[in-house]
């Protein structure tokens, strides 16, 4: 008995502290892009252009958030498991597995084109730009890389979550409401952080105390 309450807090904390810690990476990974302060969208030449002048900084903003994508699992999984008896217990599935898939999708989306950029911050300007063609071919996701587009699939799972949960009232409306609003905003395209910021933002406003209930409160859902 012992030992299965202990797993059970333990599970429980987890959760709570994936909460906690995923919507403050976000922040934080967003704050540093280059350009805030003026948004435009970005083709493919202009994103490549933009990681090789910029700092080890937003490299490691997006090697953070390559491992954030494990917490957005658990908070899919945990919504999921919260809805499990209620009369949208589908729509907590569903959106729970295409989170899921938008998760891993986000993962491969930042070691392909992100990380795998850092390794070139040592070649010369002429030795970068004669691998323009290659690079070029991968930000535009040309072959397989097109299933990098299932990215899309995370703002439209969480969305369906966000709105069974408000529908249910499993979760406080306006943390509900700051959810389905954050992640709607997330999928903003590149060059226009700002507003995927604010977006992080309000998942930050939305998902911290709901964390810190989690810890704290044993009574509350374990995941």
Known sequence: MHASNFLSSTKRIGA??????????????????PGL?????????ELIMRVRGTSGLLHFGHALVTLDTALLVVVALHFMKLL?????????????????????????????????MSALTELSDTAFMNMMPGLLAMFSKHGWLVL???ILLL????????????????????????????VL?????????????????????????????????????SS
């Not at 502290?17 to 704050?31: G, M, N, R, T």
């Open 84 to 116: 499990d008896n209620t009369a949208v217990a589908w729509a907590g599935f569903l959106g729970g597995a295409l989170a899921v898939l938008g998760s891993l999708a986000l993962a491969a989306d930042k070691g392909a084109l992100c990380l795998t």
């Open 155 to 182: 703002p439209i799972g969480f969305g369906i979550q966000a709105i069974a949960l408000l529908k249910s009232k499993s979760l406080s409306s306006w943390q509900s409401l700051l959810f389905l609003v954050g």
């Open 148 to 150: 990098l587009w299932g």
């Open 37 to 45: 302060l003026h948004p435009h969208f970005l083709g493919p030449s």
């Open 185 to 221: 905003l997330i999928g903003i395209p590149d060059g226009v952080e700002i507003v995927n910021l604010t977006a992080s933002l309000l998942l930050t406003i939305a998902f911290v105390p709901y964390g810190i209930q989690l810890i704290r409160t044993p009574s509350q859902g």
């Open 16 to 33: 709570g502290l994936s909460f906690v810690i995923f919507p403050i990476v976000f922040v934080f990974a967003f704050s540093v892009h």
